[in-house]
């Protein structure tokens, strides 16, 4: 069995995100509000296509109940989404899905993991050694 597929906490598995998985994963992104369900398919089908994008689902029996979507740049992870399924949060499925993104970036060579973060969710990254640093994030929508 590949080390991505090994189950350290109980049935838990976190592995590569597939197109079966699609479905699930964006419904967890939507339900969560952090994405719109319009067009959320094929985006992460864009992701998934590319060659360091790090898609990752935690699968516990038939259940999809976390998602991840990273792209490595070379230099650093970039995390655009982490979510649990509603319902499934602090059981610890969180930290497993970036404990594989801190294994899976070290692999490559990266040397940290960015991510934005909602205020709300400030707290669950500091839990595993984020910091803030002194830079700001600016957006300009097109
Ligand atoms: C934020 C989220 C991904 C965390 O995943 P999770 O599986 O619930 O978190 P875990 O159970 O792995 O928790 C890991 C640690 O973070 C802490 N933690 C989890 N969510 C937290 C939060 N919102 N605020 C503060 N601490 C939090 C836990 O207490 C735990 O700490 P411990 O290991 O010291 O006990 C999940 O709650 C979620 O999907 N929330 C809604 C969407 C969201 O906010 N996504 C992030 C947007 S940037």
Redesign the pocket.
Known sequence: MPDEEKAPHGQRVIRTMTGNDLESACRILVD?G?CAAEGLPQRISTTMGMANADCLVAEEGDAIVGVTVSVFDGFTSFVSY???APGA????????MMDELVRRTKSRGGRNIV?A??L??V??YE?MEFRMPGSVFLVRDI
């Open positions: 969560q952090l982490v979510a649990v949060e602090r059981q610890g499925t969180g930290r497993q991510v973060s909602w709300s969710a707290g669950f839990s």
